[in-house]
């Protein structure tokens, strides 16, 4: 009967929106929450569909076990009120640990849209043993969009999983432990703050932030004016999934780089020793710059050896571009103009 209200409930409150395309969420029910996706699904299956919003209040939606709740319709946004105060957290099995089996969304549908919110992962990661890989945003789509939106987990916070996906973060910020930003496509993070977190319970072992496979796009991740927070454990920029990774890192503050290790990259790959790992205009808290003139690491699988040379100079830098890597896609445009929609509803409805 409860559940029965509920839908009735979420069923009235979008038929009362409908003419502006609005779900609003009951606050702080994940019934709700869960209806209002599912409906979203239905009215936006069409990849053609006009843009749909969700609004999520402030308040802790509990999906207990519940993994994969999955987002199959296009050109919907999910809105939260606030990236810090509200929050979708899912707590799998430990047993149940998988790089495609815990998300707590997963994302199949294009031009999907995120704000405001977190997506937290709170797989019991200490007590995983040798893997805790605990997705938050499986994303097997393309076109979709973070902005502002923060991802807590340790092992495959984020996976990108479309080899020929394009994917835009921009002021978000992403936790992790060992490959907590991994696989496909072209990703670009823009003034993102990247957490690593402890990867024991002691702090010791070492951090890995990216694990790319990019194989099937020409530019793989690039990170532009991002900064790096480091709890305790020593971390890398990147190591070499399989295919032709590429991490590109510029511009980056190193809150504390003494803890990133001499080498910068993970040198001995997985499966790989091909790899477009860069970087360019490092600089420190303080904004000193602190990009080695030179950093050649030589990259090895097995008897293979790859060494290359991890610097661009300021020409190479130049092109890394967001019109550039998204020649038929502006994703800051669709966030200003999502921004101004959004702000508008929330202070209609909420």
């Given at each position: 009967?409860?559940?029965?209200?509920?839908?009735?409930?979420?069923?009235?409150?979008?038929?009362?929106?409908?003419?502006?395309?609005?779900?609003?969420?009951?606050?702080?029910?994940?019934?709700?929450?869960?209806?209002?996706?599912?409906?979203?699904?239905?009215?936006?299956?069409?990849?053609?569909?006009?843009?749909?919003?969700?609004?999520?209040?402030?308040?802790?939606?509990?999906?207990?076990?519940?993994?994969?709740?999955?987002?199959?319709?296009?050109?919907?946004?999910?809105?939260?009120?606030?990236?810090?105060?509200?929050?979708?957290?899912?707590?799998?099995?430990?047993?149940?640990?998988?790089?495609?089996?815990?998300?707590?969304?997963?994302?199949?549908?294009?031009?999907?849209?995120?704000?405001?919110?977190?997506?937290?992962?709170?797989?019991?990661?200490?007590?995983?043993?040798?893997?805790?890989?605990?997705?938050?945003?499986?994303?097997?789509?393309?076109?979709?969009?973070?902005?502002?939106?923060?991802?807590?987990?340790?092992?495959?916070?984020?996976y990108s999983d479309n080899d020929q996906c394009q994917l835009y973060f921009q002021d978000s910020e992403i936790h992790g432990t060992v490959d907590f930003i991994c696989g496909d496509g072209d990703v670009w993070f823009e003034r993102c703050r990247l957490?690593?977190?402890?990867?024991?319970?002691?702090?010791?072992?070492?951090?890995?932030?990216?694990?790319?496979?990019?194989?099937?796009?020409?530019?793989?991740?690039?990170?532009?004016?991002?900064?790096?927070?480091?709890?305790?454990?020593?971390?890398?920029?990147?190591?070499?999934?399989?295919?032709?990774?590429?991490?590109?890192?510029?511009?980056?503050?190193?809150?504390?780089?003494?803890?990133?290790?001499?080498?910068?990259?993970?040198?001995?790959?997985?499966?790989?020793?091909?790899?477009?790992?860069?970087?360019?205009?490092?600089?420190?808290?303080?904004?000193?710059?602190?990009?080695?003139?030179?950093?050649?690491?030589?990259?090895?699988?097995?008897?293979?050896?790859?060494?290359?040379?991890?610097?661009?100079?300021?020409?190479?830098?130049?092109?890394?571009?967001?019109?550039?890597?998204?020649?038929?896609?502006?994703?800051?445009?669709?966030?200003?103009?999502?921004?101004?929609?959004?702000?508008?509803?929330?202070?209609?409805?909420?």
């Amino acid at each position: 009967m409860k559940r029965l209200f509920v839908v009735f409930t979420c069923v009235l409150m979008a038929l009362g929106c409908l003419a502006q395309r609005v779900i609003l969420v009951e606050k702080g029910s994940t019934q709700s929450l869960l209806d209002a996706i599912s409906q979203a699904n239905e009215l936006n299956a069409d990849k053609d569909a006009k843009p749909l919003y969700i609004l999520i209040p402030d308040g802790f939606y509990d999906l207990g076990e519940r993994v994969l709740t999955r987002i199959t319709g296009h050109h919907i946004a999910l809105i939260g009120q606030s990236m810090s105060g509200t929050v979708i957290q899912n707590k799998p099995d430990v047993k149940n640990e998988g790089l495609s089996k815990t998300a707590v969304i997963q994302n199949r549908g294009s031009e999907n849209y995120f704000q405001d919110l977190t997506l937290k992962n709170a797989l019991d990661y200490y007590a995983a043993g040798a893997a805790g890989r605990a997705a938050t945003l499986h994303d097997k789509g393309t076109h979709t969009i973070c902005n502002r939106v923060r991802l807590l987990s340790y092992q495959d916070t984020y996976y990108s999983d479309n080899d020929q996906c394009q994917l835009y973060f921009q002021d978000s910020e992403i936790h992790g432990t060992v490959d907590f930003i991994c696989g496909d496509g072209d990703v670009w993070f823009e003034r993102c703050r990247l957490v690593t977190e402890k990867r024991t319970l002691d702090g010791s072992g070492r951090n890995v932030i990216t694990a790319p496979k990019t194989s099937k796009t020409q530019w793989g991740y690039i990170f532009n004016h991002c900064t790096v927070e480091n709890i305790v454990s020593n971390f890398e920029y990147a190591r070499g999934w399989s295919g032709t990774p590429h991490s590109i890192w510029l511009h980056t503050t190193l809150l504390t780089p003494e803890r990133l290790n001499p080498t910068r990259f993970d040198s001995h790959g997985m499966r790989t020793i091909q790899n477009d790992f860069k970087e360019y205009g490092t600089i420190d808290a303080q904004g000193r710059d602190i990009t080695p003139r030179s950093n050649v690491v030589t990259f090895t699988l097995k008897d293979e050896k790859n060494p290359v040379e991890t610097i661009l100079t300021a020409d190479e830098a130049k092109r890394y571009t967001v019109k550039r890597v998204f020649l038929d896609w502006n994703p800051q445009k669709v966030i200003r103009q999502t921004e101004k929609k959004a702000k508008k509803l929330m202070k209609r409805h909420l």
